[in-house]
């Protein structure tokens, strides 16, 4: 069960990475000159959706602990 | 990397006759090796500042860094970010140098939750003693005395977590609940820096031995090819906390920046193309 919870937040911030790649992407492609300052916003963009992630892990029971040992 | 591999924090661990990762001593040396590492390097890249053109490649280096920290520093906070470059600098060195370690070692100060929140406590303090700093500074100009510039510059403070001004009746009810939202995600930025370091760090390890598991029958470190992510990750998270740093400092000191312009706008140390105003 663990496992499966783990799977799905896996699955839920993967799409939220790729929807940002996507949308930074995008705009990066649209305008060039703005890819220093879009490639700030885009990693504390991604930062933020990783943080749902460790806590998910860190809030699951041991399922994280469990897996590594 | 787990077992097979002594390292300090491993011998620390049996000697101590304690499980791995609960051993302090341990954990210091990862520290102090880090340490040794930071300084060893600016005292290298110190020696080659001498010279007229930098030749020495830890010194370009040096430079490069310094470029980057400022081009941060400047287009976060603003003119006034160039204050900011010498914490932030030392937050980016040791996060890196710290992240750097974790490559090799099986575990690093980073992968340690107590050594990121300490960082995140002296990131957040700092920006809570950056924005009374400003409002002292701000109120000892217009001759108050030092006792109740502090006194009034920490209600200031206060009050920029009280939200925008309300009808009184709206303010009654709504400003303690926005101070209080305000304050506990003040709480949480220590919890979001500290937890995003370490899971990032921590995570790569767990996953390393995770991945290890499947070449253990033929001896083959499948961890390794990791190491090109875990080598981003470093980078990543080394800009991430200081770049949120910045972002905090640039919150707290950006109002007052529109206010009083000239509290903190004669400095010399700061040669920046500002318009008069």
Known sequence: ???????????????????IGYGAMQGMARQPEAIGRLQVVMLIALAFVELVFLLTVFVAPGSFVHFAK | MGAS?????????????VPEGTSYWGWFAYVGFTLLLLFGAIAYA??????????NPLAQAAEQMYLFIESMCVNTIGAHGRKYIPIIGTFWLVIFVANTVSL??????TAELSFNLGMALIAVGYVQYEGINLHYHA????????VTSIVFGFFLHLRHFAGPKLHWLMAIIITPMIFLIEIVSELMKNVSLSLRLFG?????????????QLGHSAYI??????????LLTVVVQALIFTLLTCVYLSLVTHHDHEEGHDAHDGHA?????????
């Open chain 1, 1 to 19: 069960m663990e496992m499966i919870g783990l799977g799905l937040a896996a699955l839920g911030v993967g799409l939220g990475l790729g929807l």
């Open chain 2, 5 to 17: 591999l002594q390292t300090f924090s491993n011998l620390f661990a049996q000697a101590e006759a």
């Open chain 2, 46 to 55: 110190k020696r080659g500042f001498k010279e007229r053109v930098f030749k």
């Open chain 2, 104 to 109: 090799f070692f099986a575990s690093a100060p």
């Open chain 2, 139 to 146: 109120l000892r100009q217009k001759g108050r005395d030092p």
């Open chain 2, 200 to 212: 990032n760090i921590h995570g790569g390890h767990e996953a390393v031995e995770a991945m290890n």
């Open chain 2, 221 to 230: 470190p499948v961890g390794g090819f990791l190491l090109l992510i875990k």
């Open chain 2, 269 to 277: 140390e700061a040669p920046v193309l500002t318009p008069a105003h």
